[in-house]
């Protein structure tokens, strides 16, 4: 690893421990020469954030992030004439970012919101979904509305932008007293922690909530409730200040979407009698115009010849 990536990892470690915001020159060969000489993509992910990124009982990789990965890899080998290998590599919220910060990945695509901070040591590709946060507790807990999580034992996972949210409720006196704020390495891991009682509820993303008691043994003790949180729009994180790769990532992506298969990929997970998530869930119209809006004039004939 070169020292400019080393300086960046190290500024993107402080990013995601919340410390200041740093600004400097980094120049390097682009990702895309990288993948070009070693015919591979190296994708971080998610492992236990279902519908979007989680590996199955048998081992496999699933998810719509990684659909939606798998189709933008698909695009790029047509792009540049040459077969890619796809590796999919593990990520936490605490390892994200630097581990596109030194190097180590190409991209990560999952539901990370797009943030001023996270500009300062990494780009982010064009809009690719919205994801909004909200609470999982037992039917009975009286837990409904954020206020009610005052004095609650609160799980969230390590480095979330969640875990930062909760706390500074506490810090502020809104929520009074402030609730306990109880950090996991997975979502899964969070709510085992609320299934033995060891947290009161707990706060993620709206999808992941629905999906994790819908594959519990009693689905029907959990409640997942709004208002949200806080929403965020999505973005893949990518190397800052790479051009040539963030071009062929934004276009193969803009390609998908105006061609149609972003609609048809959607509609796979969450829509239809039986849905990969299962579960049905429209997406906004605010993020669908967002989505399908964004992209350049002529997106449709980047594979043109």
């Known amino acids: 690893?070169?020292?400019?990536?080393?300086?960046?990892?190290?500024?993107?470690l402080?990013?995601?421990?919340?410390?200041?915001?740093?600004?400097f020159d980094v120049k390097a060969e682009?990702?895309?020469?990288?993948?070009?000489?070693?015919?591979?993509?190296?994708?971080?992910?998610?492992?236990?954030?279902?519908?979007?990124?989680?590996?199955?009982?048998?081992g496999n990789w699933i998810g719509w992030s990684m659909d939606l990965s798998r189709a933008i890899h698909g695009i790029i080998e047509k792009k540049i004439d040459m077969k890619l290998d796809l590796v999919f590599k593990p990520i936490t919220p605490q390892t994200r970012i630097p581990l596109i910060a030194n190097g180590t990945l190409d991209w990560v695509l999952g539901t990370t919101g797009r943030s001023v901070k996270r500009e300062s040591v990494i780009d982010f590709s064009i809009i690719n979904n919205g994801v909004c946060v909200e609470k999982l507790s037992a039917k009975g807990s009286g837990i409904k509305t954020t206020m009610d999580l005052a004095g609650k034992r609160v799980g969230v996972t390590k480095g979330s932008n969640e875990e930062r949210y909760i706390t500074a409720l506490g810090k502020s006196?809104?929520?009074?007293?402030?609730?306990t704020v109880v950090p996991f390495d997975k979502h899964s891991t969070g709510f085992l922690a609320l299934s033995q009682g060891k947290t009161d509820a707990h706060v993620t993303l709206r999808d992941t909530l629905v999906s994790m008691a819908n594959k519990s043994p009693n689905p029907d003790n959990w409640q997942v409730n709004g208002p949200s949180l806080f929403c965020n729009l999505?973005?893949?994180?990518?190397?800052?200040?790479?051009?040539?790769?963030?071009?062929?990532?934004?276009?193969?992506?803009?390609?998908?979407?105006?061609?149609?298969?972003?609609?048809?990929?959607?509609?796979?997970?969450?829509?239809?009698?039986?849905?990969?998530?299962?579960?049905?869930?429209?997406?906004?119209?605010?993020?669908?115009?967002?989505?399908?809006?964004?992209?350049?004039?002529?997106a449709e004939k980047f594979l043109n010849k």
């Open 234 to 298: 999505n973005g893949i994180i990518l190397p800052e200040d790479d051009s040539d790769w963030k071009d062929m990532v934004d276009h193969s992506l803009c390609y998908f979407i105006v061609t149609g298969g972003y609609e048809k990929l959607w509609d796979e997970w969450f829509s239809g009698s039986k849905p990969k998530a299962g579960y049905q869930k429209a997406q906004s119209d605010t993020v669908r115009t967002l989505v399908y809006n964004q992209c350049s004039w002529g």
């Open 14 to 23: 402080a990013i995601v421990a919340g410390c200041g915001s740093f600004s």
């Open 1 to 12: 690893m070169n020292l400019s990536k080393l300086i960046k990892s190290a500024v993107a």
């Open 30 to 58: 682009s990702v895309l020469d990288k993948v070009k000489r070693d015919k591979q993509i190296l994708v971080g992910t998610r492992e236990s954030a279902p519908p979007y990124g989680y590996i199955d009982a048998s």
């Open 173 to 179: 006196g809104k929520l009074n007293p402030p609730a």
